[in-house]
């Protein structure tokens, strides 16, 4: 199970961070990371990192984004800073375990003056 927090309304140039725990052995799959989605378009990833920590973004979210993981807490975390409205969208975390694929249930993120 996927459980993601974080989402909401912030103005151009806000920031937010998004979390996702995963429970159980999903921490431990491959492709942990953040995807969203706009009505119409097919959802794109956003972010993702390694189970040693090596992160990739997406070109359009490069140096405003950090991906980052808690051990402890089995959590993936996405910092969002200089939000602009073409992030709008809705989120969704992402882990994959063999050829079966995880999502969690997405949050809104709203960027709007």
């Known amino acids: 199970q996927l459980v993601e927090s974080g989402g909401g309304s912030v103005q151009p140039g806000g920031s937010l961070e998004l979390s996702c725990t995963m429970f159980g052995s999903l921490f431990y799959g491959s492709g942990r990371g953040w995807y969203r989605q706009t009505p119409g378009k097919q959802r794109e990833l956003v972010a993702d990192?390694?189970?040693?920590?090596?992160?990739n973004y997406a070109d359009s979210v490069k140096d405003r984004f950090t991906i980052s993981h808690d051990n402890v807490n089995r959590t993936v975390l996405l910092q969002m800073n200089n939000l602009k409205p073409e992030d709008t969208a809705v989120y969704y975390c992402h882990v994959q375990i063999g050829n079966a694929v995880y999502w969690g249930q997405g949050t809104q993120v709203t960027v709007s003056s």
């Open positions: 990192i390694t189970s040693s920590g090596t992160p």
